[in-house]
């Protein structure tokens, strides 16, 4: 069964600190990988995602993440985060047969101004 | 183009009573999804939609649980005799179809708390 781990439950940053969260997952197959925020009081977003390719993305707001196989890692990166990027992170996997996502626990973000 | 949207927005209920949420995807969006969103436990899949194929209702946690897509579009949650862990957001994301993996990007809705008391 698939499953993700993430291992910071909560990352208290000041600004323009450098971000990196770790995500790790399980499973042996070919894999989608998905970083999604909730802000405050609002629903999830999709920051960014990994089909295929440059295992290098870039998604929204200065975000970045890599997808490293041999590790089953896809870290989220940020060189200087804002008071704005105060917010809840969630990786997401999907592969194989199965349509639906697995998250990881989330890890909050808290970023003093 | 309108998002994900669900209703109600907030339900309050008695232990005991049945409740169904509701979600009308993004439309042209033909896989839709229902997860759970609790303290503790994180973000959970219930069920899935795709097209006209019978859901997958894996992760559903209990028979008390039941949900249908009419017409392929709008979906209904069911929670028949609710119970207080079921308290919960309920979430629902639809894509352009799991089946196209450049395209089955999921997006989700605002969620539907639900607090049964």
């Known amino acids: 069964a698939q499953s993700v781990s993430q291992h910071n439950h909560h990352v208290i940053l000041s600004e323009a600190a450098s971000l990196e969260l770790g995500c790790n997952y399980s499973?042996?197959?070919?894999?989608?990988l998905f970083w999604y925020v909730q802000y405050p009081g609002q629903h999830l977003q999709l920051l960014l995602k990994?089909?295929?390719?440059?295992?290098l993305v870039k998604g929204i707001k200065g975000f970045e993440a890599e997808f490293i196989k041999s590790k089953f890692s896809f870290n989220l990166r940020k060189p200087s985060v804002q008071w704005s990027d105060t917010a809840e992170y969630f990786c997401a996997v999907n592969g194989g047969s199965q349509g639906n996502l697995i998250f990881g626990k989330g890890t909050k973000l808290s970023v003093k101004p | 183009g309108a998002g994900v949207s669900q209703s109600p927005s907030n339900k309050v209920t008695e232990k005991g009573k049945d409740v169904e949420l509701r979600c009308d995807p993004i439309?042209?969006?033909?896989?839709l999804y229902w997860y759970r969103q609790s303290l503790g436990q994180g973000l959970e899949f219930l069920i899935y939609f795709q097209g006209n194929s019978a859901p997958d209702k894996s992760g559903l946690p209990s028979d008390r649980f039941s949900a249908e897509r009419t017409g392929g579009s709008v979906s209904t949650l069911t929670i028949q005799r609710t119970q207080q862990e079921d308290s919960a957001v309920y979430l629902c994301?639809?894509?352009?179809?799991?089946?196209?993996?450049?395209?089955?990007?999921?997006?989700f809705g605002p969620g539907t708390r639900l607090t049964v008391l």
């Open positions: 439309s042209g969006h033909t896989a």
């Open positions: 499973y042996g197959g070919t894999v989608n």
């Open positions: 990994y089909f295929s390719g440059d295992p």
């Open positions: 994301a639809s894509s352009v179809s799991e089946w196209d993996r450049d395209t089955d990007t999921q997006y």
